[in-house]
């Protein structure tokens, strides 16, 4: 994973799913909650699949919230293409769960942790978080 910065769209992981995201449409957003989110306890939840669900969750919450400050210029297009196509009251749930997993056990967090941008990136989390709930 190819990062820069500890945000969503932060990352070369995050970027490649927003393109399928503009080309491809909402259900792009659905699978990528969903693949985590539903994932059995068991399972890892490695970089590119944490990275890609943190996309689509920030989709989410900014359809939420109403606030697209977190939202690069290509995100704010797609969803602005594809914004009546999301059941936000039915996913916001789902991402929530998804993001508690990605905090609480993935390699993604893993990596952050050895890093010394690892209290940003669960603030951040955090914060994403009360924007979904």
Request: charged share 35%; hydrophobic share 45%; net charge negative.
């Amino acid at each position: 994973m190819g990062a820069w910065g500890h945000g969503s769209f932060e990352n070369d992981t995050a970027l490649d799913w927003l393109a399928d995201f503009e080309g491809e449409g909402a259900d792009t957003v659905l699978v990528a909650i969903e693949d985590v989110a539903n994932a059995d306890v068991e399972e890892d939840i490695d970089v590119d699949r944490a990275c890609v669900a943190l996309a689509a969750t920030e989709i989410i919450a900014a359809l939420k919230t109403g606030d697209e400050g977190r939202l690069n210029e290509e995100a704010r297009t797609a969803l602005a293409t594809y914004r009546d196509d999301i059941d936000v009251a039915a996913l916001a749930p789902v991402a929530a769960r998804a993001v508690a997993r990605i905090a609480q056990e993935s390699e993604l967090k893993e990596l952050w942790e050895e890093t010394e941008d690892f209290d940003a990136w669960s603030t951040d989390l955090d914060a994403l978080l009360d924007r979904l709930r």
